[in-house]
């Protein structure tokens, strides 16, 4: 048994950070625990450093293995058929979502956090989280009172003149639409189009592991990492954590003992050691045999994604990457507003993807992905299959459950179909073709030799003759109904959104943060877990709403401002 004054439980996105910082004071003994595999310099995966992500984040080897979710909000579902369970993406490996993520880094809006206020998490309002923000981020390209020049992480962006073909074409086609150009994604929070920020340098990505976890850090003799280890549950004397047990590749069990543990293992691992640890909605931890320690009922509820939707091409040979500057594979967002169901203005986003996989198919299908920025569907949950930590749990997003977000992707899909539409991309694409990340598209784009060999040969196919291609993109490639089909039937339309919304890798809100008279809230505003002295939690699981944007971003501010509180022992 070691004893440490600090315990961080997940080495992601929100536990490099609050390793750096807290290790920082020499006096702080501190353990962070990770369950993949760690990343030190010189010994970063290739597929992770590369600045396109499509090779890391289908890695089964970063990933945890066997995770399930239910995507379908039950409103949509047959009551007869139960919703399909998919496989979901999440990272297992040091850095977390960071290192097999898009590297996009944006903020959301100055309204998501004064929301965030407003619902009981007092001193997260835009004003209060900002300064945390510049403190995460080196912009290389802006200056002044929105940006950071001096944080770890390295913030850029591509430039129209570098965009391909295909990147250029949509920017023609929203300009068209009415929408102007914004060379600054994290500049003031306004509707238009832009250039992705990413957090990459020298076209490489820069993880939070690599920009937290540098050596100088990890040479610090009071900071100890620990890959490859599992935490199979929380240790208790009366009503303080005081520990953890954690389980290496050798299958022993280990106990540690710290004066604070904090859970930093993302919104749907992080509830689950919570339940498992006795933590939780006592129901529900009774129906699992699991003894109950503090009734929190918000633990594993109110789980937030953004769903989304997908519009795709056949990419003409001029308008794809063709071996340009950058093998970056999304160059332009485009931010609006759709005025529907009384949402906030920038509540929509669309990511042109001029390359949509790793493999030679991928190079020759360019997409529209849009999703809703700012959801209202906030029923998702997370659950145990049992008390066994060697069990993933039951995760429903249960998304599209608030008509609102229907109604806007609908409504979004026609947009999109209107640019796909004009002239500019006309002559950059062709056989367009509504687009869904189904059980086929995703075992395609898994990385293997038969997957290389069978996508070489259709690419092949595809590049010949404009009949053959025409039968292949309707019998191979698409499948379903067509663009057209769906535009004239507004009940095609729907049906095919519910099929083919899915989240984009951005769990949250399973421990929100809020006010004490707040039944459901299960943290105070500093991360403390509500009843248990000694345990908090940071990591996405704490928004008490996700924000309108990718969550990379906030879940370091998170860390960056928790950190904060706890040397300054608020």
């Not at 950071?148 to 990147?167: N, S």
């Not at 992705?196 to 920009?211: F, G, L, Y």
């Not at 459901?520 to 345990?535: E, K, N």
């Amino acid at each position: 048994m070691s004893e440490y004054d600090f315990i961080i439980v997940g080495g992601g996105s929100a536990g490099c950070v609050l390793a750096n910082r807290l290790s920082a004071q020499a006096a702080n003994r501190v353990l962070l625990c990770e369950a993949g595999p760690d990343t030190p310099a010189g010994a970063v995966p290739p597929a992770i450093l590369d600045s396109y992500p499509g090779t890391a984040y289908l890695n089964p080897g970063f990933l945890w293995p066997d995770l399930m979710v239910t995507t379908e909000g039950v409103a949509s579902s047959n009551s007869a058929v139960a919703p399909r369970a998919r496989k979901y993406e999440q990272a297992r490996i040091m850095g977390g979502g960071s290192s097999v993520n898009g590297q996009f880094f944006n903020r959301g809006g100055p309204s998501d956090y004064d929301e965030w206020a407003a619902r009981g998490a007092t001193g997260w309002d835009w004003d209060s989280v900002l300064p945390w923000f510049r403190k995460v981020e080196t912009d290389l390209d802006f200056d002044g009172p929105l940006h950071g020049k001096d944080g770890p992480v390295p913030v850029r962006r591509i430039f129209p003149d570098a965009w391909p073909g295909h990147a250029k074409a949509l920017a023609e086609a929203i300009g068209e639409q009415g929408y102007r150009y914004l060379p600054d994604q994290n500049g003031p929070f306004e509707d238009g189009y832009f250039p992705i920020a990413i957090s990459n340098r020298d076209e490489r990505r820069v993880s939070s592991a690599m920009a937290y976890l540098d050596n100088a850090t990890r040479a610090r003799a009071n900071l100890h990492i620990r890959p490859e280890v599992t935490v199979s549950r929380l240790v208790f004397d009366a009503g303080r954590c005081t520990g953890i047990c954690l389980v290496g590749p050798d299958g022993q069990e280990e106990q540690h003992r710290a004066g604070t543990v904090i859970l930093s293992a993302g919104a749907l691992q992080s509830p689950a050691i919570l339940m498992r640890s006795g933590i939780g909605p006592a129901a529900h931890l009774a129906e699992n045999g699991i003894e109950l320690r503090q009734n929190l009922p918000g633990v594993g509820q109110n789980l937030m994604e953004h769903p989304s939707i997908a519009l795709a091409a056949f990419l003409r040979r001029a308008s794809r990457l063709n071996g340009g500057p950058s093998r970056r594979h999304i160059y332009i967002g485009w931010r609006y507003s759709s005025q529907i169901g009384g949402a906030p203005a920038g509540d929509m986003f669309v990511a042109g993807v001029t390359k949509t996989s790793w493999h030679a198919v991928g190079d020759r299908i360019g997409t529209m992905l849009m999703y809703v920025n700012k959801p209202y569907s906030d029923r998702g949950a997370v659950r145990l299959r049992g008390a066994d930590w060697r069990v993933n749990p039951a995760v429903d997003f249960n998304l599209l459950s608030d008509s609102r977000d229907l109604d806007r992707l609908t409504d979004g899909f026609r947009r999109m179909a209107a640019v796909q539409l004009s002239a500019a991309m006309q002559a950059a694409t062709a056989n367009p073709f509504p687009a869904s990340y189904s059980e086929k598209v995703r075992q395609i784009g898994m990385l293997s030799r038969k997957n290389k060999l069978l996508t070489d040969t259709l690419a092949t196919l595809l590049d010949g003759p404009a009949p053959l291609r025409d039968f292949l993109m309707r019998r191979v490639v698409a499948g379903g109904p067509g663009l057209h089909e769906l535009l004239a039937d507004q009940q095609a339309l729907e049906t095919f959104v519910r099929g083919a919304c899915v989240g984009v890798w951005h769990p949250s809100c399973t421990c929100r943060m809020g006010a004490a008279d707040d039944p459901l809230a299960v943290l105070d505003p500093q991360g403390r877990v509500r009843g248990i002295d000694g345990l908090r939690v940071c990591d996405a699981s704490i928004f008490p709403v996700i924000p309108s944007g990718n969550i990379n971003f906030p879940t370091m501010m998170a860390a960056e401002k928790i950190a904060h509180s706890i040397l300054s022992r608020e």
